[in-house]
């Protein structure tokens, strides 16, 4: 995500424990490999809000430790899809019912190592009212800006060498990834999962989702392909050396990854905290549209 500020928020809730929950006409099933081609089809009816589950899916498959969490099928007496969710270190969820929004909370309780719940700001205020009724709280929430663009601007000159990142750039990038995921959320994945983080950060670099702009063994400009499908391409990490802001370097190095990247998809998305007025006309002057809104919660 894009480089943000935090505004701190508590909720508690006092209901029934969820032990007492039933939720009827829907169960919940671990998704395997075998139902890849029908969960995708189920997410490519909304492309843009699905981008993180869907690149996940065609990254990883449905069942990989490289999800860091596990994805399950919410079904009706039909059979038929009502929902998928991915449980764990981040928690998403793409719903047609609220039965399935509260389903998913109910089995999102049982997990201890959520980190994050991601998603549209009227679908998790729901869900946390569901998943909040032992009375846990939110450590940290952000609400954002879901930008996109689907079509690249007129192509600039001034800055034509940005490329794909190599192992070589490693101890630049990463640095700056774990700054701005400290921005974000709180934690610094440097100094509490650093050998996890580098893994997640050569492993992007090895399958060319990190883009640079180098100079004198400078880090110029950084962007991150976080999820690639063939509807939508979702960057995070998008970044430009503070004392070279204003000067056209970030739009120059950014309209030439559209360039690239918009040949072979149809949009181009990210998040921006509501907060961060720097990041939001940096896209506005880039061509990028606000689509809709977000909440993280972080646990």
Known sequence: ??????TGRNTSISVLPAQYWTVPGVSIQPLMNKHVDEVLA???QRPMHTVFLAGLVRDNGVESPLNRGTFYACRNERNEL????LIGHATLLETRTDRALEAFAQKAQACRNTFMIVGEEERIAEFWAYYAVDGRQMRLACKELLFAKNAPGESRDEFLDARLATLGDLELTMP???AMAEAESGVNPLETDHQAFRK???RR???GRTWVLIKDNTLVFKADIQSDTPEVIYLEGVWVDPQLRGQGVGLACLNQLEQRLLKRTSSICL???EHNQEAQTFYDRAGYKVQSYYDTVFL
């Open 1 to 6: 995500m894009t480089q943000i500020g935090i």
């Open 42 to 44: 189920f997410l490519s």
């Open 82 to 85: 009502e929902g998928v969710a």
């Open 176 to 178: 700056v990834h774990a």
């Open 200 to 202: 997640r950060c050569a």
């Open 205 to 207: 670099i090895e399958q």
């Open 271 to 273: 998040l921006v905290n």
